[in-house]
C-alpha cells in the first residue's frame, strides 16, 4: 500500500488541478503565463520573509507576489519600459534577492531543490487543509467575477460599456493568481506553477470548441497529469513538480493528434 | 413626464485628449428615449471616441458625461478577438447578460443569423459577424443603444433591412439610439437628430437641415430619400491623416 505522504500528497495534487484548471484559461486566455512567472519567482521572498519572521508561508507568499504584482501596475504606469521587461527585472531581481537573502539565513537548512521543483514528502496535513480550503476560496471568488472577467477577455470595451466593472474583476483575478501560487508551491515548486496553469490548458484548447468545455478538459487534464506525475515520482523518485509538469506535456502531446484529426476533418 | 427624465445620457462640452492631442473637443449632445441621434462625419473626426466618451469607456476627459441608465448594448467599431478562446455565437450572445434561450433565438432571428448559432465566432464572415453583434446588442433589451457603423461588411440589401430593423427596434423597445455612420451619404430618415462631427461639432440638428444638397435626392430619386437622407457641407478646413486642421 501507499505510504500516507503519498496519500497526502496525491489529495492535494487534486485541489491544485481543480484550481488550476479553470484559473489556468484565463492564464492562457488573456495571456498572462509570463505575468504568472513573475509572481511564482517572487514567491522564493516570499518563503525567506515566512522563515525569518517564522511566519505561515502561504500566507507569506500571498502576500509577497500581491505586493509585487502591485509594484509591476506602478511600474507599468511610471517607466516606458515594456511589459515583458518590466516581468523579466521584477522575476529575476525578485529571485535572486530571495537566493541572495536564504544565504544569509545560515541558521535554517533550506531545501531549495523543494522550494524550485516541489517535494511531496513535504506535503503536511495542515498543508492539506491550505489548499483544499484556500483553493474553495479561490473557486468562489473565480465563480463571483467570472462574468465580468471572461467579458472583458473577450472584449474589454464591451464589458466596461455595459458596465461591468472589468477593472475591479482584473484586480481581483490578479490577487487570485497569487493566491493559487501561494497555495500550490509546496507541490508543483516555483519555478514550474506557470507549467501546471497553462499545459493541461493548453491541451484542453485543442480538445474544445467552448468555453466551458475548455474549462472541464482543464481540469480533468490537471487531474491526469497529478496522478501520473505523483505515481512515477514515487515509482522513478523524481521531483514531483517536473513529474507533474512532464505528464502534463505528455497529455498535450497527445492532444496535437485530435486537432490533426480535425483539420483533416474540416479539408 | 419631463423631458428631463427621458433623457438618457447626456454630453456636456466634453472633449478626449490622447498623447497630446484632441481627438474630439466641445462637444455636446444628448440622447432620449425613443429618439435616434445619429453622428456623421469624415474618418477620424471623432464618432467613434464620442461614443466611447458617452460609455464611460474614456475616463479621463473633459467636460460631463451624465448616464441616467445601466443598460445598454453597445456594437463596437472595431472589436478584435482573440482565438485562444473558442467562442461559439451561442457563447457570445451570453457575454454580459443571462438570457433565456427563446430570447437569444428571438434575437439571432431578427438579424438572420440564426442557423449560425453554434457556429465558432471566428468561422463568420464580416457581415456575418456584424449581425451577430447586433443580435447581442439588442437582445437584453437595452434602454440605450450605441451601435457604433453596425451595417459594416454586411451586404447592400442586407443593410437596408438592418437599419429597417434598428428603426423598428427604437420604437418597439423605446429606447434611445446613438448611431454613428461614417457614411454621409447614407443617413437615416428615421433618425431624429444629426450631430456632424469634425473634431468638433460642425452642425447638428434635424435631417432636413443638416442635409441641404439636393443633388444626391435627384441621383436617389425620391423613394430613396425616404429611406435614406443625405448630407454634405463645407468644410473651412481640411484634416491631415493624422488629424491636424489645415486650414483651406
Known amino acids: 500500500m501507499f505510504d500516507d505522504f503519498f496519500i497526502r500528497a496525491l489529495v492535494a495534487g487534486i485541489g491544485i488541478a481543480f484550481v488550476t484548471g479553470p484559473l489556468g484559461c484565463f492564464v492562457v486566455w488573456r495571456r498572462l503565463s509570463y505575468f504568472g512567472d513573475t509572481l511564482a519567482h517572487s514567491a522564493l521572498l516570499g518563503v525567506t520573509i515566512a522563515y525569518t519572521l517564522e511566519f505561515n508561508i502561504a500566507v507569506s507568499i500571498f502576500i509577497t507576489s500581491s505586493i509585487i504584482a502591485l509594484i509591476l501596475v506602478k511600474l507599468e504606469k511610471k517607466t516606458n519600459l515594456p511589459g515583458d521587461a518590466l516581468l523579466g527585472l521584477l522575476a529575476h531581481s525578485s529571485l535572486a534577492v530571495g537566493l541572495v537573502a536564504i544565504g544569509f539565513l545560515t541558521f535554517i537548512r533550506f531545501d531549495i531543490m523543494g522550494l524550485l521543483f516541489g517535494d511531496i514528502l513535504a506535503v503536511t496535513t495542515d498543508d492539506l487543509l491550505t489548499i483544499w480550503i484556500g483553493g474553495a476560496l479561490i473557486l468562489l471568488v473565480l465563480k463571483l467575477i467570472w462574468k465580468p472577467l471572461f467579458a472583458s477577455t473577450v472584449n474589454y470595451e464591451l464589458a466596461e460599456a455595459e458596465g461591468l466593472n472589468p477593472d475591479r474583476a482584473k484586480a481581483i483575478f490578479t490577487i487570485l493568481m497569487a493566491a493559487i501560487i501561494a497555495i500550490s508551491i509546496k507541490m508543483v515548486g516555483l519555478l514550474l506553477i506557470t507549467g501546471m496553469l497553462i499545459i493541461p490548458t493548453a491541451m484542453a484548447r485543442n480538445l474544445s470548441d467552448n468555453p466551458q468545455k475548455m474549462v472541464v478538459f482543464s481540469i480533468i487534464g490537471g487531474l491526469l497529469s497529478v496522478f501520473i506525475g505523483l505515481f512515477s515520482s514515487l515509482e522513478f523518485n523524481t521531483p514531483s513538480g517536473p513529474s507533474i509538469v512532464a505528464a502534463a506535456l505528455v497529455l498535450f502531446i497527445f492532444s496535437l493528434f485530435k486537432i490533426k484529426q480535425t483539420i483533416q476533418l474540416k479539408n | ?248
Open chain 2, 1 to 248: 413626464m419631463s423631458i428631463e427624465k427621458n433623457i438618457l445620457v447626456k454630453l456636456k462640452d466634453v472633449g478626449f485628449e490622447q498623447n497630446g492631442k484632441w481627438l474630439v473637443k466641445g462637444v455636446s449632445l444628448q440622447v432620449e428615449k425613443g429618439k435616434i441621434v445619429t453622428l456623421i462625419g469624415p474618418n477620424g473626426s471623432g464618432k467613434s471616441t464620442t461614443a466611447k466618451i458617452a460609455l464611460g469607456i474614456y475616463k479621463n476627459i473633459e467636460g460631463q458625461v451624465e448616464k441616467f441608465t445601466n443598460n445598454i448594448g453597445y456594437v463596437p467599431q472595431k472589436i478584435s478577438i482573440d482565438w485562444t478562446l473558442p467562442l461559439r455565437v451561442k457563447d457570445f450572445m451570453l457575454l454580459t447578460d443571462n438570457l433565456k434561450d427563446d430570447i437569444l433565438n428571438e434575437a439571432l432571428t431578427l438579424t438572420g443569423v440564426k442557423h449560425l448559432r453554434d457556429n465558432n465566432l471566428g468561422n463568420l464572415s464580416g457581415g456575418e459577424f456584424q449581425r451577430v453583434l447586433l443580435a447581442r446588442a439588442i437582445s437584453k433589451k437595452p434602454e440605450l443603444l450605441v451601435l457604433d457603423e453596425p451595417v459594416q461588411g454586411v451586404d447592400f440589401t442586407g443593410e437596408i433591412a438592418l437599419y429597417e430593423l434598428i428603426k423598428k427596434i427604437s420604437e418597439k423597445l423605446n429606447c434611445g439610439i446613438l448611431l454613428i455612420s461614417h457614411d454621409l451619404h447614407t443617413v437615416m430618415t428615421a433618425t431624429d437628430h444629426v450631430v456632424c462631427l469634425n473634431g468638433h461639432v460642425c452642425c447638428s440638428g434635424s435631417p432636413k437641415d443638416v442635409a441641404r444638397n439636393n443633388e444626391y435626392k435627384a441621383l436617389f430619386g425620391e423613394q430613396a430619400s425616404q429611406t435614406l437622407s443625405v448630407y454634405e457641407h463645407k468644410h473651412d478646413h481640411e484634416h491631415s491623416n493624422d488629424g491636424e486642421i489645415k486650414k483651406n
